[in-house]
């Protein structure tokens, strides 16, 4: 499975993104469906995961203003953020996680100016 994510860009702080992330084919194999995010010199973090079943979880620096959802019969998901900060600027990844492994995208940067 191939992921592309898109929706990236510039945007000032308080603004809204919306990143997609679609998978060439079906991804009924795909239990969780998440968002990473790296930024210079920093590790890639965990930002937000949508597990088959529809619980959810968010970094703590994220919650109240992201949310990931999917479609419900595609094979996109996405990740909603709202009220962007400027420490939310980074490379977002789009990651599925299958019993046969982990599936990445290539990323998208979001960058929040002041």
């Known amino acids: 499975v191939q992921l592309v994510e898109s929706g990236g860009g510039l945007v000032q702080a308080g603004g809204s993104l919306r990143l997609s992330c679609a998978a060439s084919?079906?991804?009924?194999?795909?239990?969780?469906m998440g968002w990473y995010r790296q930024s210079p010199g920093k590790q890639r973090e965990l930002v937000a995961q949508l597990h088959v079943g529809g619980h959810t979880n968010y970094a703590d620096s994220v919650k109240g203003r992201f949310s990931i959802s999917r479609e419900r019969s595609g094979n996109t998901w996405y990740l909603q953020m709202n009220s962007l900060k400027l420490e939310d600027t980074a490379v977002y990844y789009c990651n599925g996680k299958s019993a046969w492994g982990d599936y990445w995208g290539q990323g998208t940067q979001v960058t929040v100016s002041s």
């Open positions: 084919r079906s991804i009924y194999s795909i239990n969780v």
